[in-house]
Each structure stands twice: as C-alpha cells, then as structure tokens.
C-alpha cells in the first residue's frame, strides 16, 4: 500500500471491514488494514492501517501505525507513522505521532504531539 491519500483506496485494500449496522464494544487488535464504518467503542491497538469512515462513531483511544480519522473519534490516537484528519474529520482527544495531517474544515480539540517514529 503506498502512502497516497485515503480517497484512492478501495474496500478490497481492507482484509476487515466493521459495517455501518455493527455496534462493537471491547477491545480491538489487528495487523492488518481495518475500515470502521460502525460504531465502535473500548479500546484499538493495531500494527496497520485504521481507517475510520464519515459516518462511523468510535469511543477510544488508539494506538496503531497509521490512522485516518474521515469520521468521528473520542479518545486519544497514538501512531507509530501517521495520523490524519480529514475535512469530514472529527477528533475530541490528544494526537500523537512522527506526522500529523488536519485538512482545513476538519475538527480538533485536543493536544498534538509530533514525536518521533517508533522502532520495533
């Protein structure tokens, strides 16, 4: 996967995709590329990809390589890569990560710290 903008990949980039009727609450682990188009709420550690779509509603916090926020997040969002606000974005919650991208029009209320990358 290259590190082109959300807007370029397909549902077939996500090897799991939490649909819009799904209700999840507990706690999430994955490696691979995850798409959250539900209401999600607990806890996500991830080695991938999170994407969390426009209309999804999450209530963590989340530690994973990259997250791309098109939809709302409460909780904080930890990335050993990148982390991403879209327009459509909404993020109540601190953001920490080596990147840290916020599209004009999104939302943000929290505090941002760009650290370094992590090592394994």
């Known amino acids: ?6 807007d370029v990949l397909e549902e ?16 999430l682990h994955f490696e691979e590329p995850f798409l959250i188009r539900g209401r999600v709420s607990g806890e996500i550690s991830a080695r991938g990809l999170l994407v969390v ?3 999804a509603i999450v209530n963590a916090n ?11 997040v409460k909780g904080d969002v930890t990335a050993a890569e990148k982390v991403e606000v879209t ?3 909404r993020l109540e919650g601190n953001v920490t990560a080596p990147e840290i991208f916020m599209e004009s029009g999104c939302v943000f209320n929290g505090r941002c710290i760009m650290a370094g990358k992590k090592t394994a």
């Open 12 to 27: 077939e980039d996500f090897d799991t995709i939490l649909s819009p009727d799904i209700d999840f609450s507990g706690i």
């Open 87 to 89: 327009v459509t974005g």
């Open 62 to 72: 989340i530690d994973a390589s990259r997250v791309i926020i098109r939809g709302y």
């Open 53 to 55: 779509d426009g209309d």
């Open 1 to 6: 996967m290259t590190d082109a903008h959300i």
